[in-house]
């Protein structure tokens, strides 16, 4: 009696790991980028499709030629932005701020002077779960380079004066959230104690 009742307990446990596991593989950190024309400026829309806060998150840029002298993006590089966190099935859009790979009006500042979206890597950091999680993608122009944002047409021309009409904006980045390593150990003791108590059974 005592034997079937363990068995039974035991498969509810396995059960319950197994979607633990799955149900967090699906979660996930979405990261958008765009160019609002009404308002003149990128911005990026964080969604926290998890069950979990993002918090203390940061985002920097770096340019392709930032460590070539030869390159106009020599010593070229972001300073960190903070952005607010962003709790558990919520999402936030933030609008560029002004400072240097996060200027509202890019394509007047930069891309005139040799740097190019295709040329910036952004990268979205932040705490998820007990976990440092970090997001990282490419500056578009709508064409080649991804979603069109960094005040950039589709054709890469700066478009100013409200030219793309409404936001356009496009998914950039995404990664699933991180299962932290005490539920790793967890799940694993329990695993292999329902094992070994099959294999004292067996014997």
């Not at 079937?4 to 996930?28: G, I, P």
């Not at 765009?34 to 911005?43: K, L, R, V, W």
Request: charged letters at 10%; proline letters at 4%; a negative charge.
């Amino acid at each position: 009696m005592k034997t079937n009742a363990y068995k039974r307990l035991s498969l509810v446990w396995l059960t319950m790991l197994l979607t633990s596991v799955s149900t967090a593989k699906a979660d996930s950190i979405d990261i958008f980028a765009g160019y609002d024309g009404t308002q003149n400026n990128s911005y990026f829309e964080i969604q926290d499709n998890s069950a979990y806060d993002f918090t203390n998150i940061v985002i920097t840029a770096t340019a392709a030629g930032a460590s070539d002298p030869t390159s106009p993006e020599y010593g070229w590089t972001s300073t960190p932005w903070s952005v607010s966190d962003v709790t558990s099935g919520a999402e936030s859009v933030n609008y560029f701020s002004g400072t240097q790979a996060f200027q509202s009006d890019f394509a007047a500042t930069y891309a005139y002077s040799g740097v190019t979206p295709s040329d910036l890597t952004y990268v979205v950091s932040g705490d998820l779960n007990g976990s440092l999680l970090q997001l990282s993608f490419v500056g578009g122009d709508g064409a080649t380079n991804g979603p069109a944002f960094l005040g950039l047409d589709q054709f890469g021309n700066a478009t100013g004066g409200g030219a793309t009409g409404a936001s356009d904006f496009g998914q950039v980045a995404t990664a699933p959230v991180p299962l932290p390593s005490a539920f790793y150990l967890f799940a694993t003791s329990m695993i292999g104690l329902v094992l070994s108590r099959k294999r004292k059974q067996l014997a």
